[in-house]
């Protein structure tokens, strides 16, 4: 059981928007404590493509925006193509039980 | 640009030690960096195990802490975890990562090694 929850799966078409949520709790998210993203394409290692609730670094297309309110965070994919199809973590800290950097338990994103 | 690859048995034998190193190049073990484990069962998410900073300071996952020790190689560049008392529950795909702080306790891991699957099993 996740610390940090997002749906198992979402899917869009081409060209459709996709959002994936992340529910944390006073803890972790809603303590203030940021959010960042990771793209796991399949049989590949997790790749940053949001930091800092909301950052891109350099590389990761604009079609990709992450958002943070109260306890949840959102990464909403814009412009969906076939090669977005992928595993999606959420990543924050979680200060309770001494502190831990914790992850959701990933959001598997089909393009139809 | 950094790269990371990690190395190390890819089957080791229930009670035993799981013991990997982690190899960093094009960058300095010794920059303003912690240094992470992260693992993955097949099939399910990731979870952090721990992470070094080059002095030696150390933050393990409390419910791994009694298991786990990271240690760092300057001479080597490198940094190495060892899991002891091992089940096969502790099967994973085994990554290492660069962690980035700009600013505690901002903290997110990029780049990441390719992974090395570990399977425990007699």
């Known amino acids: 059981q996740s610390v940090l929850t997002q749906p198992p799966s979402v899917s869009g078409a081409p060209g459709q928007r996709v959002t994936i949520s992340c529910t944390g709790s006073s803890s972790n998210i809603g303590a203030g404590y940021d959010v960042h993203w990771y793209q796991q394409l399949p049989g590949t290692a997790p790749k940053l493509l949001i930091y800092?609730?909301?950052n891109r670094p350099s590389g990761v297309p604009d079609r990709f925006s992450g958002s943070k309110s109260g306890t949840s965070a959102s990464l909403a994919i814009t412009g969906l193509q076939a090669e977005d199809e992928a595993d999606y973590y959420c990543q924050s800290y979680d200060s309770s039980l001494s502190g831990t950097w914790v992850f959701g338990g990933g959001t598997k994103l089909t393009v139809l | 640009q950094v790269q990371l690859q990690e190395s190390g048995p890819g089957l080791v034998k229930p009670s035993g030690t799981l013991s990997l190193t982690c190899a960093v190049s094009g960058g300095s073990i010794s920059s303003s960096n912690w240094w992470s484990w992260v693992r993955q069962p097949p099939g399910k998410g990731l979870e952090w195990i721990g992470e070094i900073y080059h002095s030696g300071s150390t933050n393990y996952n409390p419910s791994l802490k009694s298991r786990v020790t990271i240690s760092v190689d300057k001479s080597k560049n490198q940094f190495s975890l060892k899991l002891s008392s091992v089940t096969a529950a502790d099967t994973a795909v085994y990554y290492c990562?660069?962690?980035?702080?700009?600013?505690?306790?901002?903290?997110?891991?990029?780049?990441w090694g390719q992974g090395t699957l570990v399977t425990v099993s007699s």
């Open positions: 990562a660069r962690v980035v702080v700009p600013a505690a306790p901002a903290h997110w891991f990029d780049p």
């Open positions: 800092g609730n909301s």
